[in-house]
């Protein structure tokens, strides 16, 4: 992420929105992943995800949590100093499937300047990642931690 292009607190405001680059996933990927990290057969086998409630393979939720979190790093939530969380809800509405384009449209919904740490502030962001259909296949609320740009020294 460059920081000649992230904001500090100051230079975020409500109503401000992002849209990151975009990322695709494949059947190879989301069974890797799900090997790894999320084990259960909707996200491992084909036949079997056409059982379930998913009526198909879809990825772990954790993964398209990672995928956002990617795409955010990388411009999609331009803040300076980095993507430091102070807290999370997050909720998945759709399945992401093999094939899917994921992006992530991020607004700032509030910014709090600390009143016991003038340095910094809590930034409220909401980031949904959409699929190549626009549907929503993953919402999420982030307080972050942002700081301010340094006084020059006088």
Excluded at 61 to 72: E, K, N, S, V
Excluded at 127 to 149: E, G, P, Y
């Amino acid at each position: 992420m460059s920081t000649e292009n992230s904001l500090y607190l100051e230079e975020l405001e409500v109503g401000q929105v992002f849209t990151s680059a975009s990322a695709q996933l494949d059947e190879g990927q989301i069974k890797e992943f799900a090997h790894s990290f999320d084990p259960q057969p909707f996200h491992l086998d084909d036949q079997a995800a056409q059982k379930t409630i998913f009526k198909g393979l879809a990825a772990s939720g954790w993964h398209t949590a990672a995928i956002t979190m990617r795409l955010l790093v990388e411009g999609g939530a331009p803040i300076a100093g980095g993507l430091i969380g102070a807290g999370v809800e997050v909720t998945w509405p759709a399945p992401t499937r093999p094939g899917d384009t994921l992006k992530v449209v991020t607004e700032v919904v509030a910014v709090t300047p600390s009143r016991s740490r003038p340095d910094r502030g809590i930034v409220t962001i909401r980031s949904d990642t959409l699929n190549q259909h626009d549907a929503i296949v993953q919402s999420m609320t982030s307080k972050l931690v942002v700081m301010r740009r340094a006084s020059p020294a006088t």
